[in-house]
């Protein structure tokens, strides 16, 4: 495969291979070698810094914005701050000479950068050869004193320990070691076609391409660009050499293969800095005629990757003194407790949360993410599970979460997140209309995830439209190929009178799930609705064994829509012959 590009112009990512060589000052930068001379020593300079070298050279002393540095450096890809900085950082220290300054960059506040060529001394004329210089005559000078020879000694002695102090530090500066990358940082390299039909290599080049969009899309996951990892298809990886050149902690490397009756992939997340596996794991999709089923495998492995990303930082920084200054140790810690979800810890994740909204700064690259989980923890964490004390709580929480979704989908527009949390607090605050928009704005500009089928079939549901919500929770299935969600399938398989699917998925949902209290808690009324009320009495008593608290029931008192409350309280009668009553209070 050609992988030679065409010479970068306009506005697009720059091409090295393809940049004429310049001067600046002392300094003889070759970008298609990516040297540095000066004096006659060549220095390698990361592609990146010089890329964003040759941005800067090209501005001709105008700025350049942050977000042109992306487009020109990163290929538009979502960046972190802490990678535009060191970039930058790396960029200034070409510039630095024991002579002095060949160039400055400038931070213009809220703006960008500039740079800026030193000036060069203007060049003295020298005196014709032929004409005789006459020296004028010195005046007479008295012969210094003791103490004024000492004084003039300790001057030198200073100024002399000052060069050396100098010089030093300019050294320790030059060759002071790049900070390791984020535990968050991924390189997904091209997926591997062991399928034995060539003619499918473009088809899993873009389901590499969809698992890289998925997965940057939050910005909670660093993604290291698609043509630097696209340049290693097909050649062996050292993994360590390649965490070093595009400076990630997490490599992932995965295989196509065709598997009866559809498709299997493979994968491995290697850690960057030992080389060691930290996991690899296998699934498939079923596939009718043989089709490639690209958004839903993509799906798939980015579901599969993001928890062992997450779940590696997250251990990372717990491990950590708590630092409410540090926004990854800040944000790891709160998360935890969110994940959690213990009713005890309320009190201390709300103070956290305003603690992490106060000192984060606006610019950090994991502050919509966080945005958007608090909004999932409000919503989800406590009003779903029926935390609240009174309705008016219930409804504070909402408002909560619908302006934290608000705020992170003004900061990262791109994410689907929040408006998938904005779909499920309308919702719970019964604004069925805006919430279906909600819902459907996503499943308009983000095809490939399932978070948009998701809030919408649990609107649906909520307003009593229960057979729409059967389509989408089926659908979702389809998507997300998780066992979890047929619980959800059964759920509105029963409230539409359809109680032997709906037990049929349920004991599937909890044979994948023994420890989740909600299978056995509506597999109880749709054993009593059809009739089998010894069966539903013992699955009663199972989900009195397992519950953690009484939240399941809130699912029974999440709407005021008639057709819902009518067969709300259906389910209410049959568990009470069941032998289960709402908790009092």
């Known amino acids: 495969m050609d992988v030679r590009q065409e010479p970068s112009r306009g506005d697009g990512e720059i091409n090295l291979a393809h940049e004429q060589g310049f001067a600046l000052g002392p300094l003889s930068v070759s970008p298609s070698t990516r040297e540095v001379r ?15 070298l040759v941005c800067l050279v090209r501005a001709e002393g105008a700025v350049v914005s942050r977000d ?38 400038e931070a213009i506040p809220r703006v960008g950068y500039r740079l800026r060529r030193a000036t060069e001394p203007e060049a003295v004329p020298l005196a014709p050869e032929s004409a005789a210089v006459v020296p004028a005559a010195a005046p007479l000078k008295r012969p210094a004193s003791a103490p004024q020879v000492r004084s003039k000694a300790v001057i030198a002695a200073a100024i002399a320990t000052v060069a050396i102090v100098v010089f030093f530090a300019w050294t320790l500066l030059r060759h002071k070691p790049e900070p390791p990358p984020l535990l968050r940082s991924v390189a997904i390299l091209p997926i591997q076609n062991l399928t034995g039909d060539p003619s499918l290599d473009a088809a899993v080049d873009r389901l590499t391409e969809d698992v890289m969009l998925v997965s940057g899309r939050g910005g909670y996951i660093i993604v290291a660009p698609r043509n630097a990892t696209f340049a290693w298809k097909g050649k062996a990886v050292d993994e360590r050499m390649l965490g070093r050149e595009l400076h990630v902690r997490n490599i992932v490397a995965a295989s196509l293969r065709k598997a009866e009756p559809g498709w299997r992939v493979s994968f491995q997340v290697v850690d960057a800095t030992t080389g060691q596996v930290e996991a690899s794991h296998d699934f498939g999709r079923a596939a009718a005629e043989g089709a490639l089923p690209e958004g839903q495998l993509a799906l798939s492995l980015f579901n599969a990757i993001a928890p062992v990303v997450r779940d590696r930082w997250q251990v990372d920084q717990l491990a950590k003194p708590p630092d409410d200054r540090d926004p990854e ?90 408006h998938s949390c904005r779909a499920e607090a309308l919702a719970q605050l019964e604004r069925w209309d805006e919430g279906l928009a909600e819902a459907r704005y996503v499943i308009e500009t983000a095809p490939l995830t399932a978070s948009g089928y998701e809030a919408k079939a649990r609107l649906e549901f909520a307003r009593g439209w229960f057979r729409d919500a059967l389509k ?10 998780d066992e979890d969600k047929y619980g959800d399938v059964g759920v509105a398989h029963l409230f539409l009178n359809e109680y032997d699917v709906a037990i049929a998925d349920l004991r599937r949902q909890a044979a994948s799930d023994p420890k989740n209290p909600a299978p056995p808690f509506f597999l109880s009324a749709a054993l ?34 008639p057709a819902f409350l009518a067969q709300a309280a259906l389910m209410r009668r049959a568990l009470h012959e069941a032998g289960l009553d709402p908790p009092s209070g």
Not at 77 to 88: E, F, K, L, S
């Open 38 to 52: 000066r004096a006659g020593v060549a220095e390698i300079i990361e592609p990146r810094v010089m890329q964003a």
């Open 68 to 105: 042109d540095l992306i487009r020109r450096c990163w290929g538009g890809r979502i960046v972190g701050d802490d990678a535009i900085n060191r970039c930058v950082s790396k960029v200034r220290q070409i510039a630095d000479t024991p002579d002095g300054h060949a160039f400055v960059i």
């Open 329 to 418: 140790n800040l944000v790891a810690r709160v998360e935890k407790l969110m994940d959690d979800g213990r009713r005890e810890d309320i009190p201390k994740v709300e103070r956290l949360i305003e603690t992490a909204q106060r000192t984060i700064p606006k610019d950090h690259g994991l502050l919509p993410d966080f945005l958007q989980s608090a909004c999932w923890y409000y919503s989800e964490g406590l009003v779903r599970r029926g935390y609240y004390r009174s309705p008016e709580q219930r409804t504070a929480w909402a408002k909560a979460a619908l302006d934290f979704a608000n705020e992170a989908g003004r900061l990262r527009p791109v994410m689907t997140g929040p």
């Open 472 to 481: 989408d929770f089926t659908e979702l299935v389809d998507r997300d190929s």
């Open 528 to 561: 009593e609705l059809s009739g089998h009320h010894e069966d539903a009495v013992l699955s009663a008593e199972l989900y009195g064994w397992l519950k953690a608290d009484d939240g399941v029931w809130e699912m029974l008192a999440q709407s005021h829509e």
